[in-house]
């Protein structure tokens, strides 16, 4: 069934979409879909598995909340999972290629060749964020989990892919099962449940009570990741910085401006040189 419904859901548009092939060379193929649709086909596979999870469990999607250290000022999750021994916090990567990556580093690749942010670094501070709404959980009872598609092969520390680890990189089409597993494994460990479902239900309202779903909010803080708008300085000011939007290298303007004068080749996004071939 679930087949069906992909099939169905790709079949609605035809375009090009980009992609590295694994020689480095950046090379294009037919896709149904827009790099966008890309998007939210992976988040809407995630959610049909989500779904299947026990009654027990409950998760938000698209959080958007407030994040001091963060450049926009929010922190933008594409999943939090409650459940009875753990909180899940899921950053989804829609990228294709070899991705090339060690936890203790701050910039991984893709194909060895085009850089990115440690997605983990990013999601810790995704996860120090969520403290700041649930104040009582401890960073311990947290699992950071980075979901890539089928499009990519890792070449990452192995522990990132052994369960018994706090930080796990998964493909979208196993993340209910390393959930599953990974609960299976705190079950034993723990021997006693870490939050009941009181605490769940506490935590889950909170966050969706804090969760920002105004939509001018979500803009600005989408335009200043692209560097589209200023960002104020401490001292009142106003500062113009601009980021790829990829692996969030400061750009020159010089190189904005090329972005954003090519709206049909980088669709309104910022991108540093090298990534800039990605979109060639």
């Known amino acids: 069934m679930l087949s069906k419904?992909?099939?169905?859901?790709?079949?609605?548009?035809?375009t090009e979409q980009v992609s590295v092939a694994s020689n480095n060379e950046i090379i294009k193929k037919k896709s149904n879909i827009t790099p966008a649709r890309?998007?939210?086909?992976?988040?809407?596979?995630?959610?049909?598995?989500l779904d299947q999870l026990p009654n027990n469990i409950k998760y938000l999607s698209d959080v958007l909340i407030p994040n001091t250290h963060a450049k926009s000022g929010y922190s933008q999750i594409d999943h939090v999972i409650f459940t009875p021994y753990a909180i899940f916090v899921v950053e989804t990567k829609n990228y294709t290629g070899t991705i090339y990556g060690d936890r203790s580093r701050a910039k991984w690749s893709i194909n060895g060749k085009f850089p990115m942010m440690n997605?983990?670094?990013?999601?810790?501070?995704?996860?120090?964020?969520?403290?700041?709404?649930?104040?009582?959980?401890?960073m311990s009872q947290f699992v950071s989990m980075v979901s890539f598609t089928k499009r990519c092969t890792f070449k990452?520390?192995?522990?990132?892919?052994k369960i018994q680890s706090n930080d796990l990189i998964v493909y979208d089409t196993e993340l209910s099962e390393y959930i599953t597993r990974k609960l299976n494994v705190l079950k034993l460990q723990k021997q006693s449940l870490t939050f009941s479902d009181d605490d769940i239900l506490h935590m889950y309202n909170a966050l969706e009570k804090n969760n920002i779903t105004d939509e001018?909010?979500?803009?600005?803080?989408?335009?200043?990741?692209?560097?589209?708008?200023?960002?104020?300085?401490?001292?009142?000011?106003?500062?113009?910085?601009?980021?790829?939007?990829?692996?969030?290298?400061?750009?020159?303007?010089?190189?904005?401006?090329?972005?954003?004068?090519?709206?049909?080749?980088?669709?309104?996004?910022?991108?540093?040189?090298?990534?800039?071939?990605?979109?060639?």
């Open 5 to 14: 419904i992909l099939k169905n859901f790709l079949k609605e548009n035809s």
């Open 38 to 49: 890309i998007g939210e086909l992976g988040e809407y596979k995630i959610n049909i598995q």
């Open 119 to 138: 997605p983990f670094n990013q999601n810790y501070g995704h996860i120090q964020a969520l403290q700041s709404v649930l104040k009582t959980v401890e």
């Open 156 to 161: 990452v520390n192995e522990e990132l892919r």
């Open 216 to 280: 001018g909010i979500r803009k600005k803080h989408v335009e200043l990741l692209k560097g589209k708008i200023n960002i104020e300085t401490s001292n009142g000011g106003q500062t113009k910085v601009a980021t790829c939007r990829i692996c969030g290298k400061v750009v020159s303007e010089k190189v904005k401006f090329f972005c954003l004068s090519n709206k049909e080749q980088f669709k309104g996004n910022i991108y540093c040189y090298e990534h800039q071939k990605l979109h060639r």
